[in-house]
């Protein structure tokens, strides 16, 4: 039994609507000089980058390097590209600016320029052997809550996988929010960070407890269990995504909607990073390795099915999570309110506009045994999961969520 949880976060969280035009204090202030951001053309386009430049030529910072060849769940090899440049630079700082695909980018970038080697070589928990040159993270999705996380995951093109590193030393040592730079994120991708965001929460919630955990104590961990502290940010979390998701979508200017999806995937974030993820996501590594769609997207295909797979192990949690939704579940026994959570989220997919089934997004039929083989050897993410399955039960949800 284990009788110890951590509570991590980013060294530094500021927050608010307008915050990126600090960027260049929050580098002064530090003494930073050799600046290398990490962003993308689409970021470029919306004129964040510059926004970001403005604010750091404003304080007179030394150098700054634009790396802008980010891309979606980014691959290895592009993160060895991004790698190659910042040693060429040599870099006090690295600043992330974009969704999480950009923030892990400027993760593994500090961590491969500090120690030296390739992303390869810290794949996985604990790999990395001391702290790494700062990063500054600056999301522009509401979703992965990379900005406080100690994770960055890379795509891996040979074996088809999504591949993590996790480590105290990646969390960022500024995560600087601002809402607004949200506004410009397309409904799809706001739909599909947002449900990730929300299944950050709920796995947080509903994973194995603290206690249960099957490590003896003195041994670290990627991801402590299910905890009070990481209770109080799941729960705000899944209230505020049932609060404002929908409007983010359709109201894209909507500043009250964007505050709250910001403040939901920071929050979710927090939870997640310390309480961990689970089976949601082992399921989702194949499916988006093998590029069948984002992160969040694959995300909010499976969520409802594993809620409802975990059920009987975490039924008065999910009866609470379907209330935070805003189901109003008074009158309802607790199993009736708890199938009603998995209901109220295959309606928040229908109301963003997220497919329903994976069969909607050109998965095949018979890549659903591989998928299931896969996850199943994820053992990171499967021993948080409350109800132990095996590669057939995985085979199973896959069935239901085809
Ligand atoms: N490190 C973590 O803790 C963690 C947690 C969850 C997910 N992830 C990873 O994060 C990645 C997904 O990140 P994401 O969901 O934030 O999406 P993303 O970073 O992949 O961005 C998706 C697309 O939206 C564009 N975009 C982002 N913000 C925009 C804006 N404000 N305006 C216009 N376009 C914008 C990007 O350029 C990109 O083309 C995946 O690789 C996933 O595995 C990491
Ligand atoms: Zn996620």
């Known amino acids: 039994m284990r009788d110890l949880w951590n509570f991590y976060s980013a060294g530094r969280l500021l927050w608010g609507w307008g915050t990126m035009a600090r960027a260049g204090a929050v580098v002064a202030e530090r003494g930073w000089k050799g600046v290398f951001v990490v962003t993308d053309s689409r970021l470029i386009s919306a004129g964040h980058a510059e926004k970001l430049q403005h604010s750091l030529a404003s304080q007179n910072v030394g150098s700054v390097e634009v790396f802008s060849d980010g891309e979606p769940e980014p691959s290895i090899e592009t993160a060895l590209r991004a790698i190659n440049r910042a040693r060429e630079f040599g870099p006090d700082v690295i600043i992330g600016l974009g969704g999480g695909s950009n923030l892990d980018l400027a993760k593994i970038i500090a961590c491969c320029v500090t120690h030296g080697g390739n992303p390869r070589d810290y794949f996985g928990f604990g790999m990395i052997p001391g702290p790494v040159i700062p990063v500054v993270a ?9 900005e406080v996380s100690h994770a960055a995951v890379l795509t891996d093109n040979d074996h088809q996988l999504k591949v993590s590193t996790l480590s105290p030393f990646l969390r960022p040592a500024v995560a600087l929010v601002d809402p607004e730079l949200t506004v410009s994120c397309p409904p799809n991708v706001t739909a599909e960070s947002g449900m990730d965001a929300l299944t950050h929460a709920i796995e947080a919630y509903t994973n ?16 402590d269990g ?8 799941a729960e705000k979390a899944i209230r505020l995504v049932g609060e404002h998701l929908v409007k983010a979508v359709t109201e894209p200017a909507n500043r009250s909607a964007r505050e709250g999806m910001s403040l939901a995937a920071t929050l ?22 093998a590029h069948y769609c984002s992160h969040g997207q694959g995300n909010a295909l499976l969520l409802p099915y594993v809620m409802e797979y975990n059920l009987p192990k975490r039924t008065a949690e999910t009866a609470r999570i379907a209330a935070w939704l805003g189901v109003d ?9 708890a199938l009603s959570a998995v209901t109220r989220v295959q309606e928040l997919k229908k109301l963003t506009g997220i497919p329903m089934k994976l069969s909607d997004i050109g998965v095949p039929g018979e890549a659903l045994e591989d998928f299931a083989r896969k996850s199943a050897g ?15 039960d995985l085979l199973g949800i896959l069935t239901s969520a085809f």
Do not use: C, W
């Open 208 to 223: 194995t407890y603290f206690q249960d955990m099957p490590v003896p104590p003195e041994m670290d961990m990627p991801y």
């Open 226 to 233: 299910k905890n009070p502290v990481a209770d109080l940010f």
């Open 138 to 146: 600056i999301p522009t999705t509401a979703g992965t809550g990379s």
């Open 329 to 337: 579940t008074s009158g309802m026994d607790t199993e009736f309110a």
């Open 378 to 392: 994820i053992e990171r993410l499967m021993q948080l999961s409350p109800r132990k399955a095996t590669a057939d």
């Open 268 to 289: 979710a974030g927090l939870a997640f990073s310390n309480a961990g993820v689970a089976m949601v996501h082992a399921l989702e590594y194949p499916i988006g390795g």
